[in-house]
């Protein structure tokens, strides 16, 4: 079984409704970052959280909400999903190592298409 | 400008050749340094870390120029199987943990 397992794995909404991605990791891993990916864009961080009472935003947290409900499970909800959030998502976890050896591993992502 | 860029490509190559790539980084405080491979619709997966002194794996080198603030990845006698896309990414000095990404180049090696 994947470590970190992302659902839907494809979603197709209309604009202005509510929807919700989840991650799950058996990896043990404190930290949890959500991303998206647009074409020309790179990986752009959302939201992070270095444990499960630790919420914080990253760079494009507009739109976007999270939950942290255990240490294994970390939401993004979008509560009027709107167009330009057409993109692929995805989860990531961290162990949390100091000194630059904190290696990031990746969810299979969620290819969300608002219409 | 981006906080990491990198030459989007494609770099079409034959196999056996060598390839590099350069992603440079604004941030001169920046700490860390990674490669990340990612394949056509896939979550992207770590290469390898850029250490100061400069690390090989196999056919893959990358190194870490801080004077002028690039790293680089080179891959020797490609194989098909390189073909993906290459990020590099960065951790700034104030980022803690979190990772910036480049937007990735693609490698495209042709038989």
């Known amino acids: 079984d994947a470590d970190v397992t992302q659902t839907p794995r494809n979603r197709i909404t209309k604009t202005g409704k509510r929807i919700m991605l989840e991650c799950s990791q058996t990896?043990?891993?404190?930290?949890m970052y959500w991303y998206r990916q647009d074409p020309g864009l790179g990986l752009r961080l959302i939201y992070y959280?270095?444990?499960?009472?630790?919420?914080n935003k990253g760079e494009i947290s507009d739109g976007y909400s999270v939950s942290r409900q255990a240490q294994a499970k970390f939401s993004l909800s979008l509560e009027s999903a709107i167009p330009n959030q057409t993109a692929l998502y995805f989860c990531?976890?961290?162990?949390?190592?100091?000194?630059?050896?904190?290696?990031?591993?990746f969810g299979p992502g969620t290819r969300l298409t608002v219409l | 400008r981006k906080e990491v860029e990198q030459d989007p490509g494609p770099f079409n190559v034959p196999e056996g050749a060598t390839v590099a790539f350069n992603c440079t980084y604004s941030n001169s405080a920046s700490q860390s340094f990674f490669w990340y491979r990612q394949d056509c619709r896939k979550e992207p997966k770590l290469l390898m870390s850029?250490?100061?002194s400069g690390n090989e794996d196999g056919r893959f080198t990358a190194q870490l120029n801080r004077a002028s603030q690039y790293i680089s990845l080179l891959i020797r006698d490609s194989k098909l199987s390189d073909s993906a896309t290459y990020l590099c990414a960065v951790i700034p000095m104030e980022y803690g943990n979190k990772l910036v990404f480049g937007a990735g180049t693609i490698l495209r090696v042709k038989s």
């Open positions: 850029v250490y100061s």
């Open positions: 990531a976890t961290s162990r949390g190592l100091a000194g630059g050896t904190d290696t990031q591993y």
């Open positions: 959280s270095f444990d499960v009472k630790d919420i």
């Open positions: 990896k043990g891993h404190d930290r």
